[in-house]
């Protein structure tokens, strides 16, 4: 008699479990609410799919159990990754580090993991929401939609967390782990924009891109920063770094702490650098009015904005400015300061952080709380940053859940 498994989730965690155990011998069934599976990989990258990065590390992740995570990562790795796409037909290339499928389509990884899936005779049953999972006497668990009802020797809960819900993941593997006994952390939205109150003021530079560095300032304390293209809005701050910082700032927000985003926008100057061009642009002055002055060192609608900030009219001569109104301009063009008030919501949002604690999870993906019950993906308390890190991780936790639960 082959074991049977049942994957709540079509998602990729799902799908990597699925294959695994369906390849370990089992009987597979996956259930997914949505009538198709991995919708949310079609919208990855871009339409790409950065499904993995050459430079994994465990820094590149968030939880509350760094090394729990870093344990799982170590025992199907990048290479790992390479290899499992390249036994079901994957051709992937890199760039600086990042995977990506040759032909840069999501849909061919989908298809892949379809093709495979269909080979090894998943059973998937779609258009069904699983809203209970539990233990028999007899060891059995049941899977339940509240209409139909499965019995099934282990159960892989791939439901992912709250980001993206139009993609079917909304949070409903929450409820289902907290039905088990499972602790959940609190989640917020991840690798998503942030509004901020000075709207009135962004108008004017709203789609600007400019190489920054930001730092964010926790009632006034410098808590995280990172450095890339930050991207301006009518409503806040984008770009890969903003996503970077977002999990850090929304949970401060939600502590109800002051968030400020303090943005320099000549970060490869040092202050010695930045003060010798200070000193070399004199030169340029002659009868200059400050909009031709200041021309040439940032984008022209963030110079305006700045100009305007440090109390300076554009048409003014340079000689009827007073120094400390042009210190004020130089200074802002390095400490530019955004109040942020929020994230965009889980709709915008291509994580959530937060989810069941690794803490009641065993390093084989079990469940502490129900034996026979598995967790894999981003339902799981781990996050990771920009580049292929959370692909990583949903290949990474499905394959050791697919593979244990089939043993
Ligand atoms: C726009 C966008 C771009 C991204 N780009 C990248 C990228 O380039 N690289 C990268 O590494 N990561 C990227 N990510 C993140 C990555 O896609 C996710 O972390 C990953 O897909 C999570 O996989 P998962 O299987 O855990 O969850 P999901 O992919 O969310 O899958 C969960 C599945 O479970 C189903 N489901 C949910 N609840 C139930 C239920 N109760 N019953 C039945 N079925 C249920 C859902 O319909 C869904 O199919 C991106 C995310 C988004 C939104």
Known sequence: MKKQIGVIGGGAAGMMAAITAAREGARVTIFERNDRVGKKILQTGNGKCNLGNRALSVECYHGTDLQWIGKALERFDTEDTIRFFQSIGLMIKEKNGYLYPVCEQAAAVLDVLRYELQALDVEIVFARKIIKVERMDSGKLLVSDGEKEWLLDAVIVTCGGKAAPATGSDGSGFKIAKRLGHTCTLTVPALV??????????????????????????????????????????????????????????????????????????????????????????????????????????????????????????????????????????????????HITESNPYENAQVSAGGVAVTEVKETMESMRCPGVYFAGEILDVDGRCGGYNLQWAWSSGYLAGYHAAQ
Do not use: W
């Open 193 to 338: 924009q942030l509004r901020c109150q000075e709207t009135d003021l962004l108008k004017g530079i709203a789609g600007v891109r400019a190489d920054s560095e930001i730092r964010i300032l926790c009632d006034g304390e410098e808590v995280c920063r990172e450095r890339g293209e930050l991207q301006l809005t009518d409503y806040g701050i984008s770009g890969i770094p903003v996503f970077q910082l977002s999990r850090s700032v929304n949970y401060r927000l939600r502590e109800r702490r002051e968030c400020v985003a303090q943005i320099d926008f000549l970060p490869e100057l040092s202050e010695e650098e930045y003060r010798k061009l200070q000193e070399s642009r004199k030169l340029l002055q002659g009868d200059r009015t400050a909009e031709e002055f200041f021309t040439g060192i940032l984008h022209k609608k963030l110079t305006s904005t700045l100009l305007k900030l440090a109390g300076i009219r554009l048409a003014t001569p340079m000689r009827e400015i007073p120094e400390e109104k042009i210190r004020n301009f130089y200074g802002l063009c390095r400490n530019f300061r955004l």
